[in-house]
């Protein structure tokens, strides 16, 4: 067709259809769960608006709305013949037959179905996202006879809980429209899997009282952190209400059913709905989860007679003020499995977040360590890389990430060295041209490139990394003639729009590199760049090319991170505290190859104990000092003197994150990260090193830990044959006549 497949590749838009780590972990989960043949769905809302461009106008942070489906989308298929209603608002009637839920207003969800491919198998499984439609007869059967325009108009009400995603990472916003949101997608979701479930040959048996006997050995739900909490009360709803199981019945099912998975332990980020919310928009899903409680309650005085104060920690319901549902605690009684998503957050869900629930049932309790993709973290975003490892290994690491130990054969193989050397110089010098073309700056392809790329939050620490690149500057400046190791310092991530603190940090960020990249004594020595609107199709771009990856949160507060394995297996070699699945890659390579410093979990509790005090440290240390007291005088805001006074303000008075406590410590490990680089072959030595050690960190490993210990399904590595080879084919090969 004369068309240039990058080209084409370029024009199309992200469907960025979450906030940040978790969104995109489930879209690894589909690509491994498709590699590995297992017959599962990814479910969620197909939103009109995804997640905000981020424009970048006088340093400060400017959201646009993400018009992603403007141009159409290719990939999904409207399936109109499943559409299947939503019920909300309305009120309970008790009758003899049991609860009914009357009066309620009717959303219809409408199915959109997106192929995943599984890695040359010829698997393919289905995304399925819901959009909100107003039913046809919608505000026109009610009393409004004569305003047929408004009443027309009036659909937009129902349509819009699919419209735009809420921009937050790791904070929880109690807003209706949310609410609606989770409770739209949960209850077309288990609507469609008892659909299914019933037009099986399991849920066809004769009676109708052991129709979902089977149910939990048929159907595994994993939630995806709280946002689906609602299935646990709807599916009690439908087992109970509509086909009338007994309560003990119906509640041993739905706990087999489900599992869930905790992604953060940030206090701020725990949903807790407003009762009188929840009471408003779904009364009988209220009614079930006040029965859920008073049963939990009830067995736990039964084990800790008189322990009030257990009974209080341990409810779904949280009194005082405005009575809350504890989303988290609901998810954790109706779940046979809980687990975090690295070892050391495993240990904190367990010993800390929720020790009354761990010790009473431990066994509960589980690790399953985040993964990634190597089909789109490598092989698709890094060609020359992967094709390298291949030519050294063959190409089944791809579908076996743990082969990548092979490599350690080559850590002295000199040719090997300068390959590796020369794909991520070449990487660089692509980005360079592109960052050029895009954003106009011109940066040193032979210079460091130190990257620190999230969601910007205060417990990430991209102030500690500002801080840092002051104290750069400040050395340049004070000894423009000493040796100096010359550094691209790229950051890049969005701050929820009603983020005060985040979109400041920006700010500081973007007045910080307005005076050293126009500061003739730094040079070419030191570049600031805010990459603007950080997403998917960036972090392809930019993590190929980094040389250092900054993971620098507070130890104990970043539940797992993934991009700190995307640049590991992309050869960038890491600088970071001991947190999140930080630790287990320092375990996988051993700690010498990752440039590890700051406290640990327990030096941050032993301070708390203690008291953080942020002045002693802007006391003792001069070069603190005088990056603090730069921002604080206005030398990087002239023209507004005290515009960072809150950034300011909170570091000394409220930082729950303790920047100043690991500064010391965070810039003595980037001199030693300086002094490395400048050796190039023991820097490329020790990427080889972590690359070879990245292979844990396949979400295909993740993928086969949640299969055999919490769903109880077989991963099948058998290829299906393509449908223009004849079906027989295939069925001699499948062991004991199940299905593959």
Not at 156 to 169: F, G, Q, W
Not at 358 to 376: C, D, H, V, Y
Request: glycine fraction near 6%; charge should be negative; include cysteine.
């Amino acid at each position: 067709l004369g068309l240039d497949m990058e080209e084409l590749e370029e024009i199309e838009e992200d469907a960025g259809l979450g906030n940040g780590g978790l969104g995109r972990l489930a879209a690894c989960f589909l690509d491994s769960m498709a590699t590995l043949g297992l017959a599962a769905y990814g479910y969620g809302i197909r939103y009109e608006y995804g997640i905000f461009n981020q424009k970048i106008r006088d340093g400060w942070q400017v959201e646009e709305a993400d018009d992603w489906l403007r141009h159409g989308n290719p990939w999904e298929k409207a399936r109109p013949e499943y559409m299947l209603p939503v019920h909300f608002y309305g009120r309970v009637e008790h009758t003899a037959t049991g609860a009914k839920w009357v009066d309620t207003q009717v959303v219809l969800a409408l199915p959109y179905d997106t192929p995943v491919p599984g890695y040359m198998n010829n698997t393919v499984n289905t995304m399925r996202l819901w959009s909100a439609r107003a039913p046809n007869d919608f505000n026109l059967r009610d009393f409004n006879v004569g305003d047929y325009i408004q009443a027309v108009l009036d659909r937009n009400v129902a349509e819009n809980i699919s419209r735009v995603l809420y921009p937050n990472d790791n904070f929880f916003e109690g807003k209706e429209l949310r609410l609606k949101q989770e409770y739209f997608v949960v209850a077309a979701t288990l609507q469609d899997i008892i659909r299914r479930f019933k037009a099986s040959k399991f849920g066809s048996t004769d009676s109708v009282r052991t129709v979902f006997d089977s149910f939990p050995d048929q159907v595994a739900i994993q939630l995806n952190d709280t946002h689906p909490a609602m299935a646990i009360p709807e599916l009690m709803r439908i087992f109970v209400d509509i086909e009338k199981l007994p309560w003990n019945k119906a509640w041993d099912i739905t706990k087999q059913t489900f599992a869930y998975t905790n992604h953060t332990v940030l206090p701020e980020a725990l949903e807790r709905w407003p009762v009188d919310l929840m009471e408003k928009l779904l009364p009988r899903h209220l009614q079930i989860i006040y029965e859920i409680n008073q049963r939990h309650l009830d067995h736990i005085a039964s084990l800790f007679p008189n322990d009030v104060d257990r009974l209080r920690r341990m409810s779904l319901i949280e009194e005082g003020g405005t009575k809350r549902i504890n989303m988290a605690h609901l998810c954790i009684v109706g779940s046979h499995a809980v687990n975090g998503v690295a070892k050391i957050h495993s240990e904190i869900v367990k010993t800390q977040v929720f020790k009354d629930f761990a010790a009473l049932e431990p066994e509960k309790f589980q690790n399953k360590t985040n993964g990634i993709t190597p089909r789109r973290w490598l092989l698709l975003c890094n060609p020359g890389l992967a094709e390298l490892i291949a030519e050294k290994i063959g190409e089944d690491y791809v579908r076996d990430l743990s082969q990548l130990t092979k490599l350690h054969e080559f850590v002295d193989d000199d040719l090997f060295i300068r390959e590796v050397a020369k794909v991520k110089q070449e990487n660089k010098v692509k980005f360079a041209l592109y960052l050029e073309k895009e954003y106009k700056v011109k940066i040193n392809p032979s210079s460091m490139f130190d990257v620190h790329v999230k969601r910007i939050h205060e417990y990430k620490r991209q102030l500690m990394n500002c801080l840092h690149i002051i104290t750069m500057y400040n050395r340049i400046r004070r000894d423009p003639a000493k040796l100096f190791v010359p550094r691209t310092v790229i950051i890049g991530g969005k701050a929820a729009p009603g983020y005060h603190m985040a979109k400041m940090i920006i700010k500081l960020i973007n007045a910080v590199a307005q005076v050293v990249n126009n500061d003739p004594v730094v040079g070419s020595k030191l570049r600031v760049i805010f990459l603007e609107n950080y997403r998917v199709s960036l972090a392809e771009k930019v993590i190929p090319a980094t040389d250092l990856s900054e993971q620098i949160s507070t130890a104990g507060t970043e539940a797992s991170g993934t991009g700190n394995m995307k640049f590991m297996l992309n050869g960038a070699l890491t600088i970071g505290t001991m947190d999140g699945a930080n630790v287990e890659m320092a375990e996988e390579a051993g700690e010498e190859n990752l440039f590890i410093f700051g406290m640990r979990v327990e030096d941050v509790t032993e301070l708390d104990r203690k008291g953080y005090n942020a002045q002693e440290y802007y006391d003792q240390l001069p070069e603190l000092k005088q990056a603090i007291d730069q921002i604080k005088s206005g030398f990087f805001s002239p023209k507004e003197p005290d515009l960072f006074k809150d950034v300011v303000n909170m570091l000394f008075y409220h930082d729950r994150f303790k920047v100043f406590a690991d500064y010391e410590a965070y810039v003595k490990c980037q001199e030693k990260v300086s002094e490395l680089y400048l050796n190039s072959k023991a820097w490329t030595k020790m990427v080889i090193r972590n690359i070879a050690a990245a292979g844990k960190f396949s979400s295909d490993r993740t993928i086969k830990e949640y299969a055999r210990d919490i769903w109880h399904v077989e991963p099948s590595d058998l290829k299906i044959p393509p449908p223009n080879e004849p079906r027989d084919a295939a069925e001699d090969k499948t062991p004991n006549g199940t299905a593959a």
